[in-house]
């Protein structure tokens, strides 16, 4: 590690001494659950394993067998370790075997998420039919979080410890093996699995399985046979187990052989079996192998094959029959969603064309648009909402990239533009007619990577072109040097010259897309073109032409069309029945036309056989010394080759690029030959996350608060007018005073203030208990749990009242303060009301783990400037930063710096809804805790330099970053490696923040609910530095160069395997001094918030405006087909709506209003039989058809096919068969007339 | 004749009109002369039988081997039937040389002039509730069905026990005899393997138990919620439940005697044309309604259509890339000039089902006006699904069959599958309800009443939807599931159903005798 990397480590962890000692302080003082700070620290994967086990001595271990073998072989080493008792201080084998397995599955999900705790519920030993002992390891629902291998493996583990400890081999009975081959395919049609296996496959496995695999019941289905066998407790599909079975052992087989291999202890002979498929009785071995292989397979794109397919008919012969071209994948349309637009169709002409790069704020399944774009798509996409996409992924989170070409519309006045600046976008988009073009999409070359996705051919761009010319021999140093030069952005001339010069192939500036316009339609525009005129427009612009002229065409439907598919910008004239065409010299060159001077008088030369003497009359103002300009077709339609007349994609001609090639003087490249369909997926995030409804404080006063659950409410309120008001029983623990064996609710004793105990007890026999070891209760006597919670009275208004005084609070000091019903922790312990107080103060409430959340969708950057992050120089420096990227020391805004890995971009609403949360815990400090404020802040500049928890759903670790800017998107941008590191990528997931000492302070496992996955989403540990080599290999596939070579972009062409280009990728560096720098990128963006703030799906109203905003927008979009839209509304979200709502009514459960209670068919007598409430249907009338005047218009509307417009009929008349009397038809009024 | 092999002797039993047991047509056909002992067969087998069962074809050995030939029969002539009772349509016949005195084939058979007396004819419906349908879809609506059910129901099984309301039940002393009667609620197993039965009637819910060691334990695997239901047994000592001791189920009574036509008159009982459908079976159809032309049909006076007379549109998903007609109107137009081919004096009974565009809750109406228009060539009767025809005094109860689907899922394979059809049916006139189960796969539109109640014993029960074919008696009702005219699609290839396509099954009004033409 270098120095400067280990310097910034340590300013965090600093800073994380710092606030854990404030913590540690504030929690030996306050009443908290627990008097110190829940979240362990791990400054490792090994420490995270052992803190999210709370197993001792399991992270020494890692360490140490870390650098000499794979995690997978230190997995079982560890196994033998729990066997003999080395490691974890268990006394009975049952202990030993869970202790090994869990650590397994920790050490193979690198300690993050919460399948090693919540995904595995215990293990136990029990006794075979032969009276031999045997393991049954018990699984849960959220072991799908540790993914097939490391599942496959924690079996493996615990036969491997089953074995150690000296345990028999589990036999199966025969109904039980039957039950597994049930209940898997139960399960697969209940929830769906990624593999299935046979129901041979699974007895197969079943039957060889040395231990039993076991589980809770997930779904409420059960299976038919095999149900009530002694050694399974349910009739329900254990979903634990399934996937364990289906999606572990079966798909992994291969995998887990590699290991048992090495094991002398354990023998899975049969697994060769299993993977030759020759489990079946007889042959048939192929068939299953290969579906095995299909299954496997099934996650990647259908492209793939097809499109691997094409490139190698391309490579079978050396003259291809046509371009190279991708297939096209409708898979990102299906299920479209009303309000959500479609923006391009599968590989449709206008959609976005692929570029590849990778953007500063790019990478890690992100796409990168152009901002004038997003505003032009009405707002639809904004920075961070997710798209589905044809490829290279499936899906995509949006970042605003304005170094790559805008869109081209055509607006109603017939300019045809390219908007290349987003206010350009704003100001003319109330006058576009038409999206001809989305313009380019940046897609890196590490998407393909992580994809496996063949390369796709590229589009012909400044980075690869500027390779070609250097390559045809040009100086391009020299060019770049000169400053008159724009090598980018040359001059329509400049760029005819260096194409002539140097024999290279014309500037991608003044390349059109040729490649989308048929021979036929080249031609007619070439004919057109010669027929043409220049004109000097006398406005005095020199539109880059060295002179003001401009290219003049008759009107002409099919030119017009022909322009503008090949995206040139132009001026349509009908009613002057002209064309006017700018920069016209390069294309009048690529059309095989020539330029000749004639004088402007027309008398000097013998008039031009077209009979264009006309064009001195029509320019008066023309100085008739100036020459005119004629042009001359150099070719007929006949000199076209066979070859060219025939070469297309999808039809033969289809394609004028090789006819523009053979006529042109200079060699003219495809331009766009991939564009990528994809439409919507979620819009971006970015909220406080709160529980509904809204808690200030975990505080339970059942039902006396109402609905709001309002705790001043409930200090209020009485049953009855004897009752006395505030008095409230709810479930809470019982605490006992050691000192003064005062028994209490709460977490210090009110008498002594001493630290209270649980107060455990038999429910039986009533007897006190003490926890055993592992933590668990348990009655010897009456072998049952024991609990300390208890039904108990409480006074919430003296507790409400005390709680106010205590922190010198009024109660006008906010405006309502909300509790929960009841408790659903393990011990039911209730959090203090002061914290409540506080946080209602100032306006923030907790998720369950009495914590503070705001979450934000993911966007990863990798460099960034001052300026767009609103804080200065200075500050930056006070960070650590004090070179920009280039290694120029850093003086100014603008200048960019590599960002850090664990430094974080809060969008405004975070930073707001921070600055109020460390307001609370400022205040939490001073009034409840009696310590100094910690934060301080008086504006968000404060704020930065402050380290905040990062969080991802399903996991069980926080990660430690640092808040370095702001930015007014609706996302949070951090380095890959932070989202990576939470297990995160950025294809349109979300996570959470939140401040650092509001989680030291105020988590506590305590209040965490006592089911399955309770612990998820909890920081039962926190990483306090990032280590490349453990965080989700997802993000070593993000390529970090500055320049893709002209190698690779050939490669594209030849639709190869990413693999064989060599690029180098994040992976290359892990492990080096560079690690954690070096990110580089190719394309810059102005800034890392363009475009709308906010996706127009945020800001429209109703879903019905939503969707016609969507169907609006399909109508403008070229490469949309509105219609196809309409249709997958209809049929994807209406039809299904409609149809699921009226088969749901007509056989719908019923409930009573009153209790709640459910009623498979209405109770004969027709109110509640729990409360004789009343009881009503739960799905009505207006549910059922809310859609169907709406579809029934759009169908209409939108000209859909009469099937869809039948299907509609049909159903409306369901729908009046069933919600209208026959006999009392609603009148209309023509009834009266 | 020779008959070679299983499929030949299965194709001439059911010509005759005859299904088989497996094993009967395994021993038919490893008899030295199968030939002669199927001819034997025929003769000896008992009038009343309807499947061939391996006991007749061992008495029909047993007499084979004694007597060494077997004399020529005629087993149309037997039963009364003076028709062969199978056209193959192109083939030749395929029955004995007695039954081809009347060519059937289409090419052998010149058509006829059908001469009818319109004065002998009577057709009557009941419990047609199309334009009747007064629910609006209210909570109350749902309620009064079910209440309606118990009512009507309730009042075949009230006379049968010493019932009590269920609230009455609770309050009586333990070990008390008891009785009720009441909709099953809930059906469960308890830990130990009996089986918990929740009735309800109008005051609550009450639980029986059977033991599993009882008797009719059996008879907790037919049991469909909603179903009603007598029950009789003994409290238990808290009074919270009671053991089963009997269970009564409204049911056809065993003395039924059904009604028959004064004069020899027949009909046909089809369903599951699916006009439409890519597989819709054109040939067979054709040769269907030109038998009925011919004089081996002179007496098919009556047609009778158990629904799915189109193929329908978006009746499952992508359905349109299946279908041969996508217009839904243009199917009911191709489906009405189908129909056009038939005599123009058949009368025409026509119920929707699932497939046809009417709601899919039960009852559903008949076709609208726009539709019947469309189908007004031989202005059928179009009449709701279910509804009771009554024709020349024999009543025929015609329902599509979706319940079918449940039936078969529900219950144990020997009770209720997809090859014996007529076994699910048998279930439901057991019930007296042609869809008891609320909340799984069928529909239900509330009405003011239970149109779906089997309020009068039928003489013929007739159902479609399943696509197989299969017929039997039930306590002398006779049980009709009509095949299809659809060859298999591949949904049913997916999941292995091999469907009974271009089968007419057709009755005898006059003795019940069906006999089943074969056009495909």
């Not at chain 1, 980018?488 to 989308?516: G, I, K, Q, R």
């Not at chain 1, 709810?730 to 630290?755: H, L």
């Not at chain 1, 301080?936 to 670790?957: C, N, Y």
């Not at chain 2, 109008?202 to 639980?207: E, L, V, Y």
Request: glycine fraction near 8%; charged fraction near 30%; include cysteine.
């Amino acid at each position: 590690m270098r120095e400067e990397d280990e310097q910034y480590f340590q300013t965090l962890e600093s800073r994380l001494d710092e606030a854990f000692d404030v913590a540690e302080t504030a929690k030996q003082r306050g009443g908290d659950p627990k008097p110190e700070v829940e979240i362990p620290t791990a400054r490792d994967m090994a420490d995270r394993v052992e803190n999210i086990l709370g197993i001792d001595g399991v992270a020494e271990r890692v360490r140490e067998l870390e650098g000499e073998m794979s995690r997978e072989e230190a997995a079982l080493e560890l196994a033998e370790d729990f066997a003999e008792g080395r490691v974890g201080d268990y006394e009975t084998k049952a202990g030993k075997v869970e202790g090994a397995v869990r650590t397994a599955v920790a050490l193979l999900t690198e300690g993050v998420v919460a399948a090693p705790i919540e995904g595995i519920d215990k293990v136990e030993i029990l006794e075979n039919d032969d009276g031999t002992e045997f393991v049954n390891v018990y699984y849960a629902g959220p072991i799908r979080s540790a993914g097939g291998t490391a599942q496959a493996l924690s079996v493996l583990v615990a036969d491997y410890t089953r074995a150690l400890v000296g345990i028999d081999q589990f036999k199966a009975r025969d109904e039980e093996i039957e039950r597994y081959a049930e209940e898997i395919a139960l399960y697969d049609k209940e929830t769906g699995l990624q593999y299935t296996p046979k129901d041979k496959e699974t007895k197969f496995i079943a039957k060889h399985m040395p231990i039993m695999l076991d589980g809770e019941a997930t779904g409420d289905e059960e299976v038919s046979g095999f149900r009530d066998l002694e050694r399974v407790d349910t009739n329900s599909a254990r979903g634990g187990m399934c996937l364990v079975m289906a999606e572990g052992i079966a798909l992994k087989a291969p995998k887990i052989q590699r290991y048992t291999r090495n094991l002398d202890e354990v023998d899975w002979p049969w697994l060769q079996d299993l993977i030759d498929g020759t489990y079946y009785d007889d042959a048939g071995d192929e068939e299953s192998e290969d579906e095995a292989d299909d299954a496997d397979e099934e996650s990647a794109d259908d492209g793939d094959d097809a499109a691997a397919e094409d490139a190698d008919d391309g490579t079978e012969s050396d003259e291809p029959q046509g371009p190279p071209r991708v297939d096209k994948s409708k898979k990102f349309l299906r299920d479209l969603i009303a309000g959500r637009p479609v923006f391009s169709h599968p590989c449709a002409e206008g959609g976005f064309r692929l570029r590849y790069g990778r953007a500063r704020n790019h990478g890690f399944a992100t796409a990168g648009v152009h901002p004038a774009a997003m505003h032009l798509v009405d707002d639809f996409l904004a920075t961070g909402t997710q798209i589905k996409t044809e490829r290279p992924g499936k899906a995509a989170g949006v970042v605003p990239v304005d170094s790559i070409e805008g869109p081209t519309v055509k607006l109603a006045n017939g300019d045809v533009r390219r908007i290349d600046d987003p206010e350009d976008a704003l100001e003319i988009r109330n006058g576009v007619e038409k999206i001809l073009d989305l313009g380019e999409y940046l897609v890196n070359y590490g998407e393909f990577v992580e994809n496996n996705h063949p390369l796709a051919p590229a589009s012909y761009t400044y980075e690869w072109w500027v390779q070609d010319l250097e390559a045809a021999g040009a100086d391009v140093q020299a060019l770049e040097d000169d400053p008159r030069i724009d090598l980018e952005f040359p001059d329509p001339e400049e760029a005819v010259e260096w194409a002539v010069e140097y024999d290279a192939p014309l500037h991608p500036e003044y390349t059109y897309l040729w490649h989308d316009i048929s021979v036929d339609a080249f031609c007619n525009l070439a004919a057109a073109v010669a027929e043409g005129r220049i004109e000097q427009d006398g406005d005095g612009s020199v539109n880059g032409n060295g002179d003001d002229s401009i290219l003049v065409l008759e009107h002409d439907d099919a030119v017009a069309d022909a322009l503008e598919t090949i995206v040139l910008e132009h001026r349509q004239r009908e009613g002057e029945d002209r064309i006017e065409i700018d920069d016209w010299r390069p294309f009048v060159r690529t059309v095989g036309c020539e330029p000749r001077q004639a004088v402007a008088d027309g008398a000097a030369l013998e008039p031009d056989p077209d009979g264009r003497g006309e064009e001195p009359e029509r320019e008066p103002d023309t100085d008739p010394e100036e020459p005119t300009v004629e042009l001359e077709r150099t070719w007929t339609d006949d000199d076209l080759s066979e070859r060219a007349r025939t070469w297309g994609h999808e039809a033969e001609g289809d394609n004028a690029i090789e006819a523009v090639n053979e006529v042109a003087p200079f060699e003219v490249r495809e331009r766009s030959p991939t564009r990528i369909g994809n439409r919507m997926g979620r819009p971006e995030k970015s909220e406080s996350r709160d529980l509904s409804p809204a808690v200030h404080t975990l505080f339970p006063i059942g039902e006396a608060g109402g609905t709001q659950r309002n705790v001043a409410d409930a200090a209020k309120h009485a049953e009855t007018m004897q009752d006395t008001p505030g008095i409230v029983e709810v479930q809470v623990g019982r605490q006992r005073c050691p000192d003064c064996d005062t028994e209490t609710f709460k977490n210090r004793c009110p008498d002594c203030n001493a630290r209270t105990e649980p107060d455990y007890r038999c429910p039986d026999c009533d007897e006190r208990l003490e926890p055993d070891d592992a933590g668990r209760v348990e009655c010897d006597r009456c072998e049952v749990e024991g609990t300390c919670v208890e039904p108990r009275e409480i006074d919430v208004n003296e507790e409400f009242r005390s709680a106010l005084e205590s922190v010198g609070e009024r109660e006008n000091a906010f405006e309502i303060l909300k509790g929960v019903k009841g408790l659903s922790s393990t011990n039911k312990v209730p959090e203090p009301i002061e914290k409540g107080i506080l946080r209602a103060k100032h306006d923030v409430s907790t998720f369950k783990d009495g914590t503070v959340r705001y979450d934000m969708t993911d966007l990863p950057v990798t460099a960034v400037r001052a300026s767009e992050l609103d804080v200065d120089v200075g500050q930056l420096q006070a960070l650590g930063y004090d070179a920009d990227i280039h290694g120029e020391p850093l003086t100014h805004e603008d200048q960019l710096i590599e960002l850090k890995v664990q430094d974080i971009v809060l969008s405004d609403g975070a930073a707001e809804h921070m600055i109020k949360t460390a307001d609370f815990i400022d205040d939490l400090l001073e009034q409840y805790y009696g310590l100094e404020p910690f934060y301080k802040i008086d504006d968000r500049q404060d704020l930065v330099g402050e380290l905040v928890f990062g969080m991802a759903p399903h996991t069980s670790a926080a990660t430690v970053g640092r808040v370095i800017g702001f930015t007014s998107a609706a996302v949070g941008y951090a380095h890959p490696y932070f989202h990576a590191a939470k297990r995160r990528n950025c294809d349109g997931d979300e996570d959470c923040v939140m401040l650092l000492l509001d989680g030291l302070l105020n988590f506590s496992k305590s209040f965490l609910p006592d089911q399955r996955g309770g612990k998820m989403d909890a920081p039962l540990v926190m990483s306090s530095r990032i280590d490349p080599s453990e965080i989700d290999d997802e993000a070593h596939n993000m390529d970090i160069v500055r320049q893709y070579p002209r190698e690779f972009y050939e490669a594209t062409r030849e639709q190869a395997d990413p693999e064989e280009v060599d690029i180098q990728i994040a992976e290359d560096t892990l492990g080096t001094d560079g690690e954690y720098t070096g990110f580089e990128h190719t394309h810059d963006t102005t800034d890392i918030a363009m475009g709308p703030d906010l996706s127009a799906y945020k800001t429209l109203g109703s879903m019905m405006e939503k969707m016609d905003a969507q169907l609006e927008l399909s109508r403008k979009l070229e490469a949309v087909d509105e219609t196809d839209v309409a249709e997958r509304v209809i049929e994807y979200h209406f039809l299904p709506d409609l149809i699921g709502n009226l088969r749901a009514f007509s056989r719908q459960e019923t409930r009573c209003l009153d209790c709640g209670e459910k009623f498979r068919r209405m109770p004969l007598t027709g109110e509640c039989r729990e409360c004789g409430g009343q009881v009503n249907l739960t799905v009505h009338q207006g549910s059922v058809n809310k859609y169907m005047q709406t579809a029934i218009q759009v169908a209409e509307e939108y000209d859909c096919r009469d099937y869809t417009k039948q299907r509609l009929e049909v159903l409306e008349r369901s729908l009046e068969s069933i919600f209208e009397n026959d006999k009392n038809k609603q009148s209309g009024i023509e009834d009266f007339m | 004749m020779p008959l070679e092999g299983h499929a030949r002797i299965v194709s001439e039993l059911t010509s005759r009109g005859y299904n088989a047991e497996r094993e009967a047509v395994t021993q038919l056909a490893a008899a030295d002369d199968p030939d002669a002992a199927l001819e034997h067969l025929l003769d000896e087998i008992p009038d009343d039988a309807l499947v061939v069962r391996s006991e007749h074809v061992e008495a029909a050995l047993n007499a084979v081997s004694s007597s060494g030939s077997s004399p020529p029969t005629e087993s149309a002539a037997d039963r009364g039937d003076p028709t062969p009772s199978v056209s193959t349509g192109t083939d030749a016949p395929v029955s004995g040389d007695s039954a081809t005195h009347a060519p059937v084939e289409t090419e052998g058979s010149e058509p006829i002039e059908r001469t009818v007396d319109a004065d002998l004819r009577s057709l009557e419906i009941e419990g047609d509730m199309t334009g009747q349908s007064t629910g609006t879809g209210e909570y109350e609506d749902f309620v009064s069905v079910f209440r309606d059910r118990l009512e009507r129901l309730g009042s075949k099984l009230r006379g049968r026990v010493n019932h009590r309301p269920a609230s009455a039940i609770q309050d009586m002393p333990g070990g008390s005899e008891v009785a009720m009667v009441g909709l099953v609620n809930d059906i469960r197993s308890t830990a130990s393997g009996h089986w918990l039965i929740e009735l309800e009637d109008a005051t609550g819910t009450f639980p029986w138990l059977v033991m599993k060691d009882r008797d009719y334990v059996d008879l907790v695997d037919e049991l469909l919620c909603d179903e009603a239901l007598a029950m009789e047994g003994t409290l238990a000592d808290d009074s919270g439940i009671a053991f089963v001791d009997s269970m009564y189920f409204p049911d056809v009574p065993r003395t039924y005697e059904p009604s028959t036509a004064d004069r020899h008159v027949q009909a046909a009982l089809i369903s599951d044309v699916h006009v439409g459908s890519e597989e819709f079976m054109e040939d067979a159809w054709n040769r269907f309604a030109d038998w009925l032309h011919t004089e081996q049909a002179r007496n098919v006076e009556y047609l009778l259509l158990a629904g799915d007379m189109v193929e329908g549109v978006g009746v499952y998903p992508d359905q349109d890339e299946e279908l041969d007609i996508i217009d839904i109107y243009e199917q009911y137009e191709a489906f009405s000039e189908h129909l056009k081919k038939v005599p123009g004096d058949l009368e025409i009974v026509m119920i929707p089902g699932n497939h046809d565009a009417v709601r899919l809750a039960e009852p559903q109406p008949g076709f609208d006006e726009e539709l019947r228009e469309i189908m007004s060539a031989h202005d059928p009767e179009i009449v709701s699904n279910p509804s009771t025809v009554t024709v020349e005094g024999v009543s025929v109860l015609m329902y599509h069959g979706v319940s079918l689907d449940e039936v078969i899922a529900e219950l144990p394979e020997e009770k209720a599958s997809y090859d014996d059809p007529h076994k699910a049916m048998y279930q439901l006139l057991k019930k007296r309800h042609v869809a008891p189960q609320f909340g799984g796969h069928t529909r239900l539109a509330p009405e003011e009443k239970d149109y779906l109640v089997i309020d009068e014993v039928p003489d013929i029960f007739h159902t479609g939807h399943v696509h197989k074919l299969g017929f039997g008696k039930y306590h002398n009702v006779l049980a009709i599931n009509s095949g299809c005219w659809q060859a298999q699609t591949d949904f049913q290839k997916s999941v292995n159903i091999d469907p009974d396509a271009g089968y007419a099954p057709i009755v005898d009004l006059d003795t019940l005798d069906v006999t089943v033409q074969k056009f495909s």
